[in-house]
C-alpha cells in the first residue's frame, strides 16, 4: 500500500502511484518488474504483524491495516486471480488498530517522510471475498 502517495482518499488499484520514500519506490519497483510478465497477481497488503513486534503505534498514520494472521486465508484465494489487489481493513490510526488487539501500547508520531494517509479501498476484493464465499 505505500505505493499510493498518502493523500487523502482511498486508493483503488487503479489510483495514480507516487512513491514518497526509498521504502516505497522499492515497492514499486517490484511491481514494474512484475508487470513484465504475461500473468501477474500484484498484492497491495496493508498488512501489520502478529503478533505485533512493537511497544509503540502511530497515532498520526491512518492506514487499512489488516492482521498477518488474517492474511494467508486471503491469499489463497487469490492466487489463481490475476491483476492487482488491496488487501486491508477499515481506515484508522496504526495505534488504534493495534490498541484494539493490544491494551498497553504507546503511541508515537511518524517521521516526516511517511506517508500519513494511505486509506486503501478493497471494493475489488471484497467482490471476489462474495464470489469465492471466503
Same mark, same amino acid.
Given at each position: 500500500?505505500?505505493?499510493?502517495?498518502?493523500?487523502?482518499?482511498?486508493?483503488?488499484?487503479?489510483?495514480?502511484?507516487?512513491?514518497?520514500?526509498?521504502?516505497?519506490?522499492?515497492?514499486?519497483?517490484?511491481?514494474?518488474?512484475?508487470?513484465?510478465?504475461?500473468?501477474?497477481?500484484?498484492?497491495?497488503?496493508?498488512?501489520?504483524?502478529?503478533?505485533?513486534?512493537?511497544?509503540?503505534?502511530?497515532?498520526?498514520?491512518? %492506514?487499512?491495516?489488516?492482521?498477518?494472521?488474517?492474511?494467508?486465508?486471503?491469499?489463497? %484465494?487469490?492466487?489463481?486471480?490475476?491483476?492487482?489487489?488491496?488487501?486491508?481493513?477499515?481506515?484508522?490510526?496504526?495505534?488504534?488498530?493495534?490498541?484494539?488487539?493490544?491494551?498497553?501500547?504507546?503511541?508515537?508520531?511518524?517521521?516526516?517522510?511517511?506517508?500519513?494517509?494511505?486509506?486503501?479501498?478493497?471494493?475489488?476484493?471484497? %467482490?471476489?471475498?462474495?464470489?469465492?464465499?471466503?
Amino acid at each position: 500500500d505505500y505505493v499510493y502517495s498518502g493523500s487523502n482518499y482511498e486508493h483503488t488499484e487503479t489510483s495514480p502511484v507516487l512513491p514518497t520514500n526509498k521504502y516505497s519506490w522499492s515497492k514499486l519497483g517490484g511491481e514494474c518488474a512484475v508487470q513484465l510478465c504475461k500473468e501477474f497477481l500484484i498484492i497491495r497488503l496493508a498488512m501489520v504483524e502478529w503478533p505485533f513486534p512493537h511497544k509503540n503505534a502511530f497515532s498520526n498514520v491512518v %492506514k487499512s491495516s489488516i492482521w498477518s494472521d488474517k492474511v494467508p486465508d486471503i491469499l489463497i %484465494k487469490l492466487f489463481d486471480k490475476s491483476g492487482i489487489y488491496n488487501v486491508g481493513g477499515k481506515s484508522e490510526t496504526i495505534y488504534d488498530f493495534v490498541s484494539s488487539r493490544i491494551s498497553n501500547i504507546d503511541k508515537i508520531e511518524a517521521s516526516d517522510d511517511i506517508p500519513k494517509k494511505i486509506n486503501i479501498d478493497t471494493t475489488k476484493l471484497n %467482490k471476489v471475498k462474495k464470489d469465492l464465499d471466503i
